[in-house]
């Protein structure tokens, strides 16, 4: 069984790094430069994990977590110091982030959703 894991951000580089980093059988990943995108396919789809950039084109991170109706873990990503996490967000992540750290944040959650280890 795979996770679900939504990583949007208008940055196309660090899309396109998340994506090649991640790439499995264990993980189905979807990524968006674009929120409104990003947002309906949240909606449609439930994720398990949604990661979501503070600053994208039209809106911010907060505003996407809020549009996004499903029951997914929603986790923040900046690079500002002054962005306070809302409570639409179960975790807060800052840039400059490891890739590393976001591939053990996702075998973490399998772990604790019961799923195989990737």
């Given amino acids: 069984m795979s996770i ?36 309906e396919y949240c909606n449609n789809s439930n994720p398990d994990l949604i990661f979501i950039d503070y600053r994208l084109k039209k809106q911010n991170g907060t505003d996407v977590a809020n549009a996004i109706t499903s029951d997914s873990i929603k986790i923040l990503i900046t690079g500002e110091l002054d962005v306070t996490m809302d409570t639409c967000f179960d975790h807060k992540i800052e840039k400059p982030y490891r890739l590393a750290d976001i591939k053990n944040f996702i075998v973490e959650a399998f772990e604790n959703k019961g799923l195989q280890k990737l």
């Fill in 4 to 39: 679900k894991v939504v990583y949007i951000d208008d940055e196309e580089m660090l899309c396109q790094m998340f994506k090649e980093y991640l790439h499995s059988d264990e993980i189905n990943l979807a990524v968006f430069t674009d929120e409104e995108p990003g947002i």
